[in-house]
């Protein structure tokens, strides 16, 4: 069974940067599609970024455009997600997910496995 743990979190002023990884255990990553979900404090959780296979990639967050990065290492079946330029309201817990395929709407239960969480916090 696929297991999933983020790290990276933390706490950075408004305009910085973090890293945020997800390392995954139990299974290869090649074949499957990635993503990122956030929820940030008494909001619903939303999908962030999803990055097919083959390397398509869907933006499900129109606030991240041009600050934030989705990429994989298969190698090191780890997944990444590069935060720049962060704001408060990218306050939230950030989650990894795995499944067989970014969809139209980021959709939680469609993916097949979940990490635990990771906390960002963006102070102004």
């Known amino acids: 069974q696929l297991q999933l743990v983020e790290s990276g979190g933390g706490s950075v002023q408004s305009g910085g940067s973090l890293r945020l990884s997800c390392a995954a255990s139990?299974?290869?990553?090649?074949?499957?599609?990635i993503g990122w979900f956030r929820q940030a404090p008494g909001k619903e959780r939303e999908g962030v970024l999803c990055m097919t296979s083959s390397g398509d990639i869907t933006n499900y967050a129109d606030s991240v455009k041009g600050r934030f990065t989705i990429s994989r290492d298969n190698a090191k079946n780890t997944v990444f997600l590069q935060m720049n330029n962060l704001k408060p309201e990218d306050t939230g817990v950030y989650y990894c997910v795995v499944g067989w395929g970014c969809g139209y709407y980021p959709v939680w239960t469609d993916f097949t496995s979940w990490g635990q969480g990771t906390r960002v916090t963006v102070s102004s």
């Open positions: 139990g299974s290869t990553l090649d074949l499957y599609a």
